[in-house]
C-alpha cells in the first residue's frame, strides 16, 4: 500500500542525510524516484546533507504542482517508484495536497523531510498538513542536542548567537552564527526551556542556571527594547532569561521566500 510518510525533527537532526539514504537504497536495486527540493541551502535544484552528500533534485517552487508534474512524467513514458520531497516545510498546504493525490490516485509512495515548527515555535504551513494528512509521521531518532545536552526540539533563530523572536517565518541559513559578527544569522536548536528563556550557547555563557529559578514570564517582562546590555559576555538577569533584543531585524543579503532579500 502506497503512503505518504513526513520523516520530522529539529533543523540538524539528520532529515536530508535519510533522504539520501533512502535514494540510494532504492536506486541501488534499480528503483527510480524523484526528487524534490525547496530553498535548500546548498542551492537551487539541489538536496544536501551536513555530511557532504549532494544530489540534484527538482526545484519547488511555491507555483509547482507536484501532481501535474509526475503526470505529465508518466504520460511522456516515464517512471516513478516513490518521491521524495525534502525542506517540505516550505510547501504550500496546497502542495501537500498534491502529494497526497500522488499516492492515493498514482500508487507512488511519497517521503517528505521537513522541520515542523519555524523559530516561533509555530508550525510551518506545509508541516500542519502533512501532519494532517500522513499515513505515518517518524520522528528521527538520530536526535540534535540542545547545548546543556538535553534533547533539542526546538529550532531557534539568532543573529550573533542571540535568539530573535521577530522576522519572516522563511529565511534559509544554518546552524551556527555563534559568537559571530552580530549581524551573523544562524539558527541554534534548543530544548523547550532553553528556548522558552531564548537562552542559546552564547547567552549560557552568560548565565548560570539555577534549578530552582522562578518561570521568567513570572518575575519578567517582555525583554527591553534597544541595545543588549553587557553585550555577548556580559552578566545575565539573575532569573536566568536571556539578556536578548527580541526584535532584531535580519540583516540585508538574507534569503527570504523566493530568494528575496527579507
Ligand atoms: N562532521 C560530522 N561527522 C559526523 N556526523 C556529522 C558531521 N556533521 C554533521 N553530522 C551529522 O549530520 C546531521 C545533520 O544532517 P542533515 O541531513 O544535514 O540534517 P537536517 O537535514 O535534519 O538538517 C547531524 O545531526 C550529525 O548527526
Ligand atoms: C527554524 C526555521 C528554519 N528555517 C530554515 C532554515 C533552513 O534553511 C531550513 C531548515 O533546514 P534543515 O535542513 O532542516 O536544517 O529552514 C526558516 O526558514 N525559518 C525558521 O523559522
Known amino acids: ?40 541551502r546548498a542551492g537551487e535544484g539541489l538536496l544536501s546533507s551536513r555530511l557532504g552528500l ?49 499516492v492515493d490516485d498514482l500508487g507512488i509512495d511519497v517521503y517528505a523531510f521537513g522541520i515542523t515548527t519555524d523559530f516561533r515555535t509555530k ?52 546552524i551556527g552564527g555563534r559568537g559571530g559578527p552580530a549581524a551573523e544569522i544562524g539558527y541554534e536548536v534548543l530544548c523547550r526551556r532553553h528556548h522558552r528563556r531564548r537562552l542559546t550557547a552564547v547567552t549560557a555563557g552568560a548565565a548560570t542556571l539555577s534549578p530552582d529559578v522562578l518561570p521568567v514570564d513570572a518575575v519578567a517582562g517582555p525583554p527591553p527594547p534597544g541595545p543588549v546590555p553587557g553585550g555577548v559576555n556580559g552578566s545575565a538577569p539573575a532569573n536566568g532569561s536571556a539578556p536578548v533584543n527580541g526584535s532584531v531585524p535580519a540583516p540585508e543579503g538574507v534569503r527570504g521566500p523566493g530568494g528575496s532579500p527579507t
Open 123 to 174: 508550525l510551518f504551513p506545509g508541516s500542519q498538513r502533512l501532519m494532517e494528512l500522513a499515513d505515518r509521521i517518524e520522528v528521527l531518532q538520530v536526535e540534535a542536542l540542545c547545548w546543556c545536552g538535553a534533547r533539542a526540539t526546538h529550532n531557534a533563530r539568532t543573529v550573533g548567537g542571540r535568539m530573535v523572536v521577530e522576522g519572516a517565518q522563511v529565511v534559509v541559513g544554518d
Open 1 to 40: 500500500m502506497p503512503e505518504l510518510v513526513f520523516f520530522s525533527g529539529t533543523m540538524d537532526c539528520g532529515k536530508s542525510t535519510l533522504a539520501l539514504q533512502i535514494e540510494h537504497n532504492r536506486s541501488a536495486r534499480g528503483l527510480q524516484g524523484m526528487i524534490f527540493t525547496r530553498n535548500d
Open 54 to 102: 549532494v544530489t540534484e533534485a527538482v526545484e519547488a517552487d511555491e507555483d509547482f504542482d507536484f501532481h501535474l508534474h509526475l503526470v505529465r512524467h508518466l504520460t511522456a513514458g516515464g517512471r516513478s517508484d516513490y518521491v521524495i520531497a525534502d525542506e517540505a516545510q516550505f510547501l504550500s498546504p496546497e502542495q501537500v495536497d498534491q502529494l497526497a493525490r500522488i
